[in-house]
């Protein structure tokens, strides 16, 4: 598949593809195979790019009205759910992930601008009683121009998750894809023009982090900015931001705990614990990437997941396996190196006979058990490696969970209803699911966490909060 010609080395400001003298490779992770190029925007991108988007705020962007805000949303994402399958396609060639993951997430990124096109104009304010002769209100403002950094791990979710919202309360968005995956946010940021976004609306420069995504968390001419990625670039962004005296949210992934005790089902728990792992090769903010078992059923629990684990595979995008490769070689390199430090693991999935030479790819692996103070149990590997450690009762299951710098979401897997509550109130997370597992999925749920996961939340339509600010207007009317 040729790369759309509208996404080819060329970034878009103020509604026009604007070429950049260098350009960057596109590499599919399935074979390492150069399948295009992409254009290496830096200061002077991000300066035209922050110009159009202060330009449609102040000009045609910022005179519309929430309804047609609204609508515009709407469309797109009837233009995403259009061209979903190729796509789905790109995004699959682009990340190297199972094509069924990359179907879910075109889906889902269709969904995010249906949500909060949806949500555009029921944004209110409120009235509060005040000293008699006064009537006060509060209305939400558009904060102007918001800039955006995403990951590679699920780009068109990002996309969705990230500008719709900001889009919905009438900001105007500089976008920073990832040099790992860019793609489909230039095709996103196309249909946005198709479907009738003013010219500047929607910006997307490419490039590389240090290059484009520095220069954009340090512009004065921004008004917010949302980071979602490595707990060590989300510190310089929180830096510039202070620096500008603006907000931020960073969302910078987890250690995530899923708690099994003795009365949970586990042949429905299993199945999820090796999901929560395994999905986009663990590549995940929100992967459960560590299994909490109560000891009495902990041999058991890790059995069940040692012989599944010896069924998994990764394969091409193409083939849609199990899961797919890792989006680089360099993080292979740091999987590998984790894997290479914690010795022989428990289990071991395999890398299919027909994956591609030259992909990066990681047989998935189980480690158990883990000590609580082993890197696997503490640090974000990013990659399909689950550690399971063992716990004697709900006050130990505790201590254990919270015992991470991370704090992004929690599974309780139990029937004891009270004891649900009680660990989903005390659990160090931004979100929690009891009986179940979502990671990474849910437009409609709140999402973000605490400590070295980050701050603010996205997703839901408390996100639209963090993407607008609120005016008090006190009037003496005698
Ligand atoms: P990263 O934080 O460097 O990259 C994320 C985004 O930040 C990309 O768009 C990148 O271009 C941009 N960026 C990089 N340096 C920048 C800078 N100095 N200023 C502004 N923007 C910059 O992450 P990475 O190097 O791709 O991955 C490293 C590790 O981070 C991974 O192994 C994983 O553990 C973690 N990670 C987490 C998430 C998540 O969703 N929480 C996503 C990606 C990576």
Known sequence: MGLDQRVEQACLIG???????????????????????????????????????????????GAIPAVERGRLLHRLGE????????????EAMDTGKPLSQARVDITCCARYF??????ADKVHGET?????????L???????????????????????????????????????????????????????????????????????GQMA??????????????????????????????????????????????????????????????????????????????VLIEAQIFDQVVDMLRVRFADLEAGSWEADRDLGALISAR???????????????????????????????????LYAPVAEDDPLAQEEVFGPVLACLPFQDEADALRIANSTQYGLVAGIWTSHGARQMRIAKAVRAGQVFVNGYGAGGGIELPFGGTGKSGHGREKGFVALEEFSQLKTIVLNHG
């Not at 150069?34 to 102040?58: K, L, N, Y």
């Open 15 to 61: 509604g026009n593809w604007v070429a950049t003298a260098d350009s960057l490779p596109v590499i599919c992770p399935s074979d390492g195979a150069e399948i295009g190029r992409i254009a290496a925007g830096g200061v002077a991108e991000i300066e035209a790019a922050i110009a159009a988007a202060r330009a449609a705020f102040d000009g045609d962007w």
């Open 79 to 90: 233009l995403v759910g259009r061209d979903h399958d190729m796509l789905a396609r790109m």
């Open 114 to 119: 249906e949500f909060y096109g949806a949500a």
């Open 128 to 136: 509060i009683p005040f000293l008699n002769g006064y009537q006060v």
């Open 138 to 208: 509060t209305i939400r403002e558009p904060l102007g121009v918001t800039g955006h950094i995403i990951p590679w791990n699920y780009p068109a979710q990002m996309v969705g998750r990230s500008c719709a919202t900001a889009l919905a309360m009438g900001n105007a968005v500089v976008l920073k894809p990832a040099e790992e995956a860019s793609l489909s946010a230039l095709y996103i940021a196309g249909l946005a023009l198709e479907a009738g976004f003013p010219p500047g609306a929607l910006n997307v420069v490419t490039g590389l």
């Open 213 to 290: 995504g520095a220069a954009l968390a340090a512009h004065p001419g921004i008004n917010f900015m949302s980071f979602t990625g490595s707990p060590e670039t989300g510190t310089l962004v929180q830096a510039a931001a202070a620096q500008n005296h603006i907000g931020c949210t960073l969302e910078l992934g987890g250690k995530s705990p899923q708690i099994v005790f003795a009365d949970a089902d586990l042949e429905a728990v299993v199945p999820v614990l090796i999901k929560a792992i395994v999905q986009n090769g663990g590549q995940t903010c929100s992967a459960g990437s560590r």
């Open 331 to 365: 993080q292979k390199a740091r999987v590998e190196a984790f894997i290479a430090a914690a010795g022989a693991p428990l289990a071991q999935g395999r890398v299919a006979d027909d994956a591609p030479e030259g992909g990066h790819y990681v047989a998935p692996v």
